[in-house]
């Protein structure tokens, strides 16, 4: 296997313009400010209300624990509202419920929920809790709404209408020869939303009067559901850590993740913190930059894949599942993922050891081995101890985690 030459011309496409549009824009700059705690009793009521106006019309009943669906305990779902969820291999979809909101103009906009700060919130909602969300209330990269009688008002917006657009370098995939990232939010659009009770919500839009979101595969305003197309992952040594990407803060990750393109999400603090004693809402993760990439080795992985085989998964590597039981603030869970992409040295191409990695464990060993290290796209500046000294890409991704089925491998 032959490693691709990393070039400016990789840095120039994109993962570095969130930063560079923070910098340049008259956006303020990321800061970490005191942590805002929710009112509980008017955090229940507000989740309490838009279940109400959600199920408004549809004739479905609002989520419970008593009448959400019943999923096989080895499918491992975390988010308990789902509606359906489909594990085909390469073609896994979730069905969710949508929520009708407003967009600045008083337009109907369309979203999903799926993360919630608040412990109680979560549990009544049947989403992921992730209380590391709760350090972006009150920072520039937090999106604050409007509350009235279960429907939200945005201050952002997302123009759903360009076409995601991706062509694969030559001879190597990467970088691409063209990347255009589809769907653009602007620049009031976080989908980290602090509601008047201080909660912190993880939300996309998935449609609006411009169209849908780019991984829409079905929706059905009436009923209010959407279908959407999953992305698969390795965490713990197994694979089918399947996740949805809804916004990401650099236009290339957003291009070849088919999310969002959304600027707001670099102003999230902090980039390079992951432990849970950080005031950090992210927690970092590792794409590969330059796995194998042919698809019949069943051991592709990475962004050159994705650009060699029409958009499949690169298949990140994760380091927790969610865990929706545990109440604590030790809780590390969060589903803004600060990207430290790794790739592969020419030592371990020389030495033909490039594989998948499967998990945390297995990228500290290849690391600690002088076979994976940081990408070459990553900016200088220091390591993250928890990414075993990674540096980070200054993307954030979210991807809200949906299911981690118990299924053979792939």
Avoid at 334 to 354: F, G, I, L, Q
Wanted: net charge neutral; glycine share 8%; aromatic share 8%.
């Amino acid at each position: 296997m032959k490693l691709h030459p990393i070039t400016a011309a990789a840095l120039s496409l994109g993962l570095l313009s969130s930063t560079a549009l923070a910098q340049t824009s008259t956006m303020p700059q990321p800061t970490t400010t005191a942590t805002v705690y929710a009112k509980p009793g008017e955090a229940m009521s507000e989740a309490k209300a838009l279940l109400e106006r959600q199920v408004d019309g549809t004739g479905r009943n609002a989520y419970s624990p008593e009448t959400g669906v019943k999923f096989k305990a080895s499918d491992n779902v975390f988010v308990k509202s789902a509606l359906a969820i489909d594990f085909t291999y390469r073609k896994a979809t979730v069905t969710l419920p949508l929520f009708r909101g407003l967009s600045p103009m008083g337009e109907p906009v369309y979203y999903i929920i799926t993360e919630a700060s608040d412990f109680e919130v979560a549990k009544q909602m049947g989403i992921n809790f992730a209380p590391k969300m709760k350090h972006a209330a009150g920072t520039p990269g937090a999106q604050k709404v409007t509350f009235d009688d279960g429907v939200i008002k945005f201050k952002g917006n997302v123009d759903f209408a360009p076409k995601h657009t991706v062509v694969a370098g030559s001879p190597m995939p990467f970088p691409p020869k063209v990347a255009k990232p589809g769907a653009m939010a602007d620049l009031e659009w976080s989908s980290l939303i602090t509601l008047p009770s201080g909660v912190v919500l993880n939300v996309q839009l998935v449609h609006n009067a411009t169209g849908d979101h780019d991984r829409v595969k079905e929706i059905d305003l009436k009923k209010q559901t959407v279908t959407l197309s999953l992305l698969d992952g390795f965490q713990g040594g197994k694979q089918y850590y399947y996740h949805l990407v809804t916004d990401v803060s650099a236009d290339l990750p957003a291009t070849l993740e088919k999310g969002v393109y959304a600027p707001k999400l670099a102003l999230i603090p902090e980039i390079g913190k992951s432990q849970p004693s950080d005031k950090s809402a992210l927690l970092g993760f590792s794409p590969v930059l330059n796995g194998m990439t042919d698809t019949g080795t069943r051991q592709d992985q990475g962004f050159t894949t994705t650009l060699a085989n029409d958009g499949i998964d690169p298949i990140n590597i994760f380091p927790i599942r969610p865990d929706n039981d545990d109440s604590s603030d030790n809780n590390n869970y969060s589903p803004m993922w600060d990207a430290h992409v790794n790739m592969w040295t020419e030592a371990a191409a020389k030495d033909k050891k490039v594989r998948r990695i499967t998990s945390f464990e297995d990228l500290k060993s290849l690391i600690d081995a002088g076979l994976v290290t940081s990408a070459m796209i990553s900016p200088p500046g220091p390591g993250n101890p928890f990414m075993f000294g990674l540096r980070p890409t200054n993307a954030v991704v979210n991807c809200p985690v949906i299911a981690h089925p118990d299924l053979p491998p792939s």
